[in-house]
C-alpha cells in the first residue's frame, strides 16, 4: 500500500493539508499503544506497524517536495544523483548516458557559481566591503526569487499533473512528470547556491 | 571525513584548471551535474584531428573535494589518451586511485560522465558516430 492510498487519496499532488492532519490525529489515536494494551501481542504488533506507517505517510505527503518526490518514485522516477550503473552501461555499449540535468540549468548553475567564486574571492582581499555586500545581497534576492519562482512553476506542474489524472492523459502526465524531475534537480541546486551565498554574507 | 592524501593533493594543488575555447571544433565540452550536492563539473578537452590523440584537458569544478580531485585526476589521465582509450577509463579506477570512501563514488562517477560528455560533444562536433571504432591504432 502506497502512502496515498493509506490515506485513501488520489495520486494527486494538489492536497488538503489540513484534512490530511485531521486524518491524521483521528488515526494516530485509534492506533495508539494504549487502546492495544489489553489485547494479544499480535495485534499490538500490527497496531505499531501501521502506526509506524502512519507516521511515514504523514510526514511524506504534508511535505510539498517530499510528496513530489515520493510521487515521482511511484511513477518509476530515480532521483538518484549519479546513476552508476547509467554510467557502467555506457562505458559497456559505447551508447551516451541520459543526464537528468538538461544543460541549460548546467550552463546557468555553472555561471551562477562563477559569480559566487568571484565575490568569495573579492572578499577575501577585504577590499570595497560595502560594495561586496551589496553585490552579494543582490545575488541573495535574486536566488531567493528564483526559490519562489520554483516552487511556483511547481504548483503550476501539479496541477497539470492532476488534471492529466483526470482525463488520463498519459503524454501529459509523462511531460508534469519530466518537468517536475527538472525542476526539482533545479531547486536541489538554487538551495545549494543561497546556502553558499549566505555562508559568504555572515 | 578524512581525504586520503591524494585528495588533498590534487584538492590543493589541482591540475588542469582553466578554460578553453567552446566554439573551436578540435575542442570538446563536457558539462555535468550532481544537483543534490550542488556539484558542477566542466571537463574540456582538445583533439588533435589526425591522431585522435587527447593532446590538453582543462577543468573547473565546483564542487567538494572528492569532486575536485576526482575530475583533476581525470583531465591527467584523458591527457595524451586517444579518445578510445580514455573511453576506457572507469569511475572505480578514479575511486581506486583516489581512495574514495563509498559516500563519495558519485564523485568519481560525475568525472567519468565529464570525460564521455566532452568526448561525445567532440565527437558531434566532427561527425563521428557513437562508439563507432576509431581508425587509429591500438598503443
Not at chain 1, 510521487?71 to 546513476?83: D, H, I, P
Not at chain 2, 565527437?123 to 576509431?134: D, L, P, R, S, Y
Amino acid at each position: 500500500m502506497n502512502y496515498f492510498e493509506f490515506f485513501s487519496l488520489p495520486l494527486k499532488l494538489h492536497i488538503d493539508v489540513p484534512a490530511l492532519e485531521k486524518q491524521f490525529y483521528v488515526l494516530s489515536r485509534k492506533l495508539h499503544p494504549d487502546r492495544f494494551a489489553g489485547k494479544s501481542p499480535v495485534e499490538q504488533e500490527a497496531a505499531l506497524a501501521e502506526s509506524s506507517l502512519l507516521n511515514d505517510a504523514y510526514r511524506t505527503l504534508k511535505d510539498p517536495i517530499a510528496r513530489t518526490q515520493y510521487l515521482l518514485t511511484l511513477e518509476g522516477v530515480q532521483l538518484e544523483e549519479q546513476s552508476k550503473s547509467a554510467t557502467d552501461a555506457a562505458r559497456a555499449t559505447g551508447e551516451q548516458k541520459k543526464q537528468i540535468v538538461p544543460p541549460e540549468l548546467l550552463e546557468e548553475v555553472f555561471e551562477l557559481n562563477m559569480q559566487l567564486a568571484e565575490m568569495r574571492a573579492n572578499k577575501q582581499m577585504g577590499e570595497d566591503e560595502p560594495e561586496l555586500r551589496r553585490e552579494l545581497m543582490t545575488a541573495k534576492d535574486a536566488f531567493d526569487e528564483k526559490m519562489v519562482q520554483a516552487q511556483e512553476d511547481l504548483e503550476a506542474l501539479w496541477t497539470k499533473w492532476d488534471s492529466a489524472l483526470e482525463v488520463h492523459d498519459e503524454a501529459a502526465k509523462l511531460s508534469a512528470r519530466d518537468g517536475m524531475v527538472v525542476l526539482l534537480n533545479k531547486r536541489s541546486y538554487l538551495r545549494n547556491l543561497v546556502r553558499d551565498v549566505n555562508e559568504a554574507l555572515e | 571525513m578524512a581525504y586520503s592524501d591524494k585528495v588533498i593533493d590534487h584538492y590543493s594543488n589541482p591540475r588542469n584548471v582553466g578554460q578553453m575555447d567552446k566554439s573551436s571544433d578540435e575542442v570538446g565540452t563536457g558539462l555535468v551535474g550532481a544537483p543534490e550536492c550542488g556539484d558542477v563539473m566542466r571537463l574540456q578537452i582538445r583533439v588533435n584531428p589526425e591522431t585522435q590523440v587527447i593532446e590538453d584537458a582543462k577543468f573547473k569544478t565546483f564542487g567538494c573535494g572528492s569532486a575536485i580531485a576526482s575530475s583533476s585526476l581525470a583531465t591527467e589521465w584523458v591527457k595524451g589518451k586517444t579518445i578510445s582509450e580514455a573511453l576506457t577509463i572507469s569511475n572505480t579506477d578514479i575511486v581506486k586511485e583516489l581512495a574514495l570512501p563509498p559516500v563519495k563514488i558519485h564523485c568519481s562517477v560525475l568525472a567519468e560522465d565529464a570525460i564521455r560528455a566532452a568526448i561525445g560533444d567532440w565527437k558531434k562536433k566532427n561527425h563521428v558516430a557513437e562508439g563507432a571504432e576509431v581508425a587509429v591504432a591500438a598503443h
